[in-house]
């Protein structure tokens, strides 16, 4: 029962009960049975009314944007009035949120295959994602099919829907070009649980695998679609599909070359090399100083020396 129903009990003519015992039975506060809401003055009602008409013209603007664009009709009001007046006639900007990982309730849920499991070797986990991008008239869906040990990106689509195609038609071409994977990982958005993608996948007998939670090392592969699209393309309003196409290739060139997990890979894999070659040395009689040694730093002072 809300409290306005227990209010509506109160019997102030009772003389067998005090007010005081009836709002303690009750449970609710004497001082609301003495309150008169006020309503609104003229002035606020104007302002309401102002409050509307910007909003029928320009629907998708917040709080913030009609508190900025009241001054030109003569009204003065703050952000947080504005909120709490739109709250009370029930307005709120129309905007465009993600919308990519609903799942279908008949859809089947699949085992998670990663967790504790060592990725060391190319195809051994794929995974892929969905993000948007916004263009001059609207926006387009990107796709990517990444490899989680590499983090290479082995093919992409752009679409201006959500249907599955465009993911089915990235995954048949990176399995054509590089092979098959052994465990493919994605999260359960529709487009991922749906017969196409699904198909797929058990055609070329590839397990599959649902990102059943979110932890770092799932942010930094299936997050990556959205950290570009917040790096580089969030800077450029793009026309046409074939500038995206365009844009987005020169961004698969860039991004390697200046992630820093690549240079220490490539570190990893010098020390490696020159640790062959000691041993190699080793064992046909020649001593020979490491390079860590002649430069004086260990591996962890030069990997921090380049994130300086």
Same mark, same amino acid.
């Not at 320009?58 to 009001?77: D, E, K, N, T, V």
């Not at 201006?160 to 994977?181: H, M, Q, R, W």
């Not at 010098?270 to 040395?281: E, I, K, N, P, V």
């Given at each position: ?15 067998y !009960? ?6 303690k ?5 004497? @001082?609301? *049975?003495y #309150?008169? /809401? &006020? ?5 606020t009602?104007?302002?309401?009314h ?26 003065s009001?703050?952000?947080h ?8 006639m ?8 993600p ?14 295959? !990663? ?12 995974c @892929?994602d *969905?993000t #948007?991008? /916004? &263009? ?19 093919s992409?689509?752009l679409s201006n829907?959500?249907?599955a ?7 048949e071409?990176?399995?054509a070009?590089?092979g ?16 196409g993608w ?12 649902? !990102? ?20 580089h393309l ?42 062959r070659?000691?041993?190699t ?22 990997h ?5």
């Amino acid at each position: 029962m809300s409290p306005s129903e227990r209010r509506e009990m109160i019997r102030k003519e009772n003389t067998y !009960l005090s007010l005081t015992r009836q709002c303690k039975l009750l449970k609710i506060s004497r @001082s609301s *049975i003495y #309150y008169t /809401p &006020v309503g609104f003055d003229q002035a606020t009602i104007e302002l309401m009314h102002e409050i509307d008409r910007i909003f029928t013209k320009y629907p998708f603007f917040g709080s913030r944007q009609i508190a900025a664009y009241l001054p030109q009709s003569g009204f003065s009001a703050g952000r947080h009035r504005v909120r709490r007046l739109m709250g009370i006639m029930g307005l709120q900007a129309i905007y465009k949120g993600p919308n990519t990982s609903k799942k279908h309730p008949q859809h089947k849920i699949w085992p998670y295959l !990663l967790r504790k499991l060592p990725i060391t070797r190319p195809n051994h986990v794929w995974c @892929s994602d *969905i993000t #948007y991008i /916004p &263009v001059r008239n609207g926006f387009l869906y990107l796709v990517a099919i990444m490899d989680w040990a590499t983090r290479k990106v082995l093919s992409w689509r752009l679409s201006n829907t959500l249907d599955a195609s465009f993911c089915v038609e990235a995954l048949e071409e990176a399995i054509a070009t590089y092979g098959k994977p052994e465990i493919m990982n994605t999260d359960q958005g529709s487009q991922y649980t749906g017969a196409g993608w699904i198909t797929t996948l058990t055609k070329a007998e590839i397990k599959i695998s649902p !990102l059943m939670h979110v932890n770092m090392h799932c942010r930094a592969v299936n997050g990556w679609p959205r950290s570009l699209s917040r790096q580089h393309l969030h800077r450029t309003a793009l026309a046409i599909p074939q500038a995206g196409s365009r844009l987005l290739a020169r961004d698969y060139r860039w991004l390697p070359s200046q992630s820093r997990h690549r240079q220490l890979d490539r570190l990893l894999q010098q020390r490696a090399a020159s640790h062959r070659a000691r041993q190699t040395d080793a064992e046909r009689g020649i001593l020979r100083p490491s390079e860590d040694t002649k430069s004086g730093m260990n591996i962890n002072q030069m990997h921090l020396s380049k994130a300086a």
